[in-house]
């Protein structure tokens, strides 16, 4: 069965601490791992990560995928209060027609 | 551009109520896809379509039809809506081809089913 697994589930910082978000997939004919935030609404695009060790940077956001251990993991620096949503990552598969997502974690960052 | 649109935003149906979610989007996207998402949970794929013509189903589509009859809109269709299908709906899209594999998702639609 196809599945993604994040962790932890929620998690409560504040303001300027550092958190790291966890992905683990188990998919068949993986292609890609895909990284949103979503706030209020519709998810919104953070990352997207096909090669193994290679780390993709978005001002304090950034991500890597280990295709042998079969994870990723979303690194946050100096967290904001505006970094407070849900997080979702989703694996690619079947020539990249489905997507399964995780259940999220939701970041609560504190003042 | 408007991106992804769909209507409507809220829903309250009866069960064995019958309805049609739309879904548009104006950038020239092929795939297109319907996803659900429940309390608590990521999206939950339901349908998806590769290009006008074609569709296929996702890990969830009891209950749900779809149908693509041009590249810009992507209907779902409840045919007797039950409280399980109590959720929020996105739609989204992405172009095809290429390995670029990011879907733009619509405002969703939150459906009760009383």
């Known amino acids: 069965e196809d599945k993604v697994v994040q962790s932890p589930l929620s998690l409560v910082v504040h303001e300027g601490d550092t958190v790291t978000l966890n992905c683990s997939y188990e998919v068949t004919n993986f292609r890609s791992l895909l990284w949103y935030k979503q706030e209020k609404k519709a998810p919104t695009f953070l990352f997207m990560l096909?090669?193994?060790?290679i780390e993709k940077k978005s001002g304090r956001l950034s991500s890597i995928l280990d295709k042998k251990e079969l994870f990723s993991i979303l690194n946050i620096t100096a967290t904001q209060t505006g970094d407070s949503a849900i997080y979702l990552c989703a694996a690619a598969y079947n020539a990249g027609n489905m997507l399964t997502f995780g259940g999220g974690t939701r970041l609560m960052v504190k003042p | 551009n408007a991106g992804v649109t769909q209507t409507p935003k809220f829903q309250v149906l009866k069960t064995g109520q019958s309805m049609t979610l739309q879904c548009a989007q104006d950038?020239?996207?092929?795939?297109m896809s319907w996803y659900r998402q429940d309390p608590g949970m990521g999206l939950r794929l339901i349908h998806y379509s590769v290009g006008a013509g074609i569709t296929d189903q996702g890990e969830v589509p009891n209950g749900y039809n779809v149908s693509r009859s041009t590249t810009e809109d992507f209907p779902l269709r409840l045919l007797s809506a039950a409280p399980s299908q109590t959720s929020v709906y996105f739609c989204?899209?992405?172009?095809?081809?290429?390995?670029?594999?990011?879907?733009?998702f619509g405002p969703g639609t939150r459906l009760t089913v009383t």
């Open positions: 096909t090669s193994s060790g």
């Open positions: 950038m020239n996207h092929e795939y």
């Open positions: 989204a899209s992405r172009p095809s081809g290429g390995a670029n594999y990011e879907q733009y």
